[in-house]
């Protein structure tokens, strides 16, 4: 991203012309392997520093203040933030980079930032909208912040600390009011343990309204089959039943023992049943490979509970599960653990992969073993590691975190080069020793993490902190405490089951022309229909929605149009529950710049799609320059023939076709094309297909001026 928005990707090679670049999230537990590209670190929540800082930054911009000067004012100024360029490194008697401030003035260690309880102002109800679909693309409200369970394994655990929960009330608003800015279809309950959560009971009889007269789905991730209800399979249901998902961590009891992973089997079987009782088919589980004290019986466990799960399903349960290997992370009790190697990972996956896979009704996912080195190493890693990141990246490594596009090579000749080896950073680390994280602080002490430590290897759980203090420190600095709202049962509801009443309706088909200008061009057939399904909502119209099991919105579109085309007129239909005054306007004052609704039309309900109705369309082509020489004597040449064969390949399958048969005509004017295609029994020719038979491939803008019906 720095390279592409040209801006130096090393910090030190910025000037006072550059952006300064601010980076927070749990990378700033061990900022070190990013340090040498990031200005700054936020570590811990920014709520409160965000706004202060970006003014601060600012104003001293605008004062000519020089960058270095700059970044020195910010480290005086404000707690929790790290300025890498004020810091040095030496090895220790391990041989890891550790930190220590490089001048006077400089904080020896950077304390994390807490919000002692989250506002409602810290959470925007007008979320920035993208135009194209996104990964998570929904509505994402927190509902609380940090976990009491003590998973030892878990950092989100250990840095998020203590449990801040949200009023239901301030949840409930925002959810309404972002609905209604954004459109979106979906809603997201965020946490690290959804099913702890106080307030469940009271916001869902709160939202449950909204929830079902617009069709919204509704996501509760993190769930603990501990505490996984009836009343939570309930609300969980109300929304498109891809699967549960559960995290057993561990086989055997003794394994989620040392984790402190506080689920037994009679959890998951009971959450089995309440699964089945209420209609899911498909759960998702997930095990890490390579815990602390593990050993082949506990990887025999894995078999064993998918076994029992299945035999309680009866053969109407499906399980998904996910192989993982264990990271050790910064601040938490298995920080100095030891990793497992991609081959000691490989021969406990080829334990369970096959014998998994025999079992019926059970799917298995493992990531690559080498791709849980490099998170190893970037987990652990000191600031030598900037280097091998740099060199794979100059190398081809982006977008890893795609299965596809990770390539082990980019990485192992980076770290080669970089004198940099993995198996130093999975090892085991000494306790009394530095590392390369020291000069954070996340509030949990070492001594709590020392003792934890402790109960892993004795097999002891400790206690979750909602039942009593179990010492970690957090609470002790500052004016910090767990904040929990009070719990309120939803109402009964004995009617539960049953649809929502619909109003009576009068279902009315529109049909709507509108142009598709600009930088909208480059926005993808199926993303404009969302953005149009996204308008529709905003704009307070309602929608007829399918039956069946994934109720969509009734919107249908004709031939998409290629990405990068504009067109003066594309089509769109929507069926409305009733008559809708000034849709145009309406939706208008929705959509995007580039895209503008110019008419609208009633159409029967049981008249033909649009897509069946199409004939044919009219192109207009602008080659940007002069036409070549040849282009009008290969127009005269293609329209004389009979037939012009391409192939076209699809799903690594070929099929050849004649182009000559979807051509009408072709105008050659000035330094324009235009083109007549036809559509023949369902199916039309490619304008670039056409062109490329010019001798035009490049340099061109491409209109859709016209589309014609069977009745024009």
Known sequence: MLDLSQIPVYSENRTDRDPIVVAGGGNSYNPEPLSPFIDIF??????????????????????????WELLRDVVRSFQGVYVPRFYDCEPDNEGFMIVHPSEPGIPDVIRSLRVPELQPDYFPEKPVLPLIEIAQDRLVAEIMRGCTQGCRFCQAGMIYRPVRERYPADIQRQIENSLAATGYENVSLLSLSSSDYNGMGELINGISGLMDCQRIGLSLPSMRPDSFSAELAYIARKTRKSGLTFAPEAGSQRLRNVVNKKISEEDLLRSV???????????????????????DEDIEAIIRLAELLLQRGRKQLNLNITLSTFIPKPFTPFQWEPQDDPVAVQRKLDMLKPRLRSLKHVKVMARDP????????????????????????????????????????????AFLKNEIDPREYMGARKTNNSLPWNHIDALVSKAFLLKERELAYRGIISQDCRDGCIGCGVCDTGNLAMKLVTKREPPENNSRDAEPVEPEQNPIRYRLRYQKKDLVRFISHLDILRVFQQAIRRAGLEPVFSQGYNRRPKISSGYPLSLGYSSDEEYIEVILKNEAKDLVNRLNKQLPEGLEIEAVSVVPLKAPSIFSEVVGFDYEIDVLGELPDEVVEKTSAFLEKEEVLIERERKHRKKTINLRNYVATINVAQHKLILKTRVVEGKTARVAEILHQLGIDKNILICRKKTYFKTN
Do not use: C
């Not at 049943?273 to 004290?293: C, S, V």
């Not at 998170?375 to 794979?392: C, F, H, K, P, T």
């Open 273 to 295: 049943d309440i699964a089945l009782q209420h209609g899911w088919r498909t759960i998702k589980l997930y095990f890490m490979l390579g815990l602390p004290t593990e050993t």
């Open 370 to 413: 080498f791709y849980s080195q490099l998170e190893g190493v970037l987990s652990r890693g000191d600031r030598r590691v900037a280097g091998g990141i740099y060199d794979a990246w100059k190398a081809g490594a982006k977008f890893d975190s795609w299965r596809e596009n990770f390539v082990p090579t980019f990485w192992g000749e």
């Open 42 to 67: 936020v570590v811990g929540d920014s709520e409160v520093i965000i706004v202060p800082l970006v003014e601060f930054i600012a104003e001293r911009k605008r004062s000519g203040v020089p960058r």
